[in-house]
């Protein structure tokens, strides 16, 4: 599976953006998708993360309540809506499937990364 995420850019504090995941072949609607992010200097972390069917979303603190990730079942594209963005928020940010149905925040559960899209807020 090959994965292709976009929509990054440069926003303004309290702006919103939508990244968008679209993988290579059509099993990717069976596959959790993770989000992560890694901003210079630091390490990658976890952003969110959804199950194959949609039903079931997780998210880190720092962004729970702003971001939000959706998929359509049958579609090969995961979305992350980031809403309210801050400073903080500024980093790369890379999408990953994995061969489970499950959502996952630890990225060893994720074999396929996209190559990431990044994001800049200004204050």
């Known amino acids: 599976v090959q994965l292709q995420s976009s929509g990054g850019g440069l926003v303004q504090t309290g702006d919103s953006l939508r990244l968008s995941c679209t993988a290579s072949?059509?099993?990717?609607?069976?596959?959790?998708v993770g989000w992560f992010r890694q901003a210079p200097g630091k390490e990658r972390e976890f952003v969110g993360s959804?199950?194959?069917?949609?039903?079931?979303?997780y998210y880190s603190d720092s962004v729970k309540g702003r971001f939000t990730i959706s998929r359509r079942k049958g579609e090969n594209t995961v979305y992350l809506q980031m809403n309210n963005l801050k400073p903080e928020d500024a980093a790369v940010y890379y999408c990953?499937?994995?061969?489970?149905?499950?959502?996952?925040?630890?990225?060893?559960?994720?074999?396929?990364w996209g190559q990431g899209t990044e994001v800049t807020v200004s204050s």
């Open positions: 072949r059509r099993p990717f609607s069976n596959n959790g």
């Open positions: 959804i199950s194959w069917s949609g039903e079931h979303t």
């Open positions: 990953a499937a994995s061969r489970y149905a499950s959502a996952s925040s630890q990225a060893s559960q994720y074999q396929y």
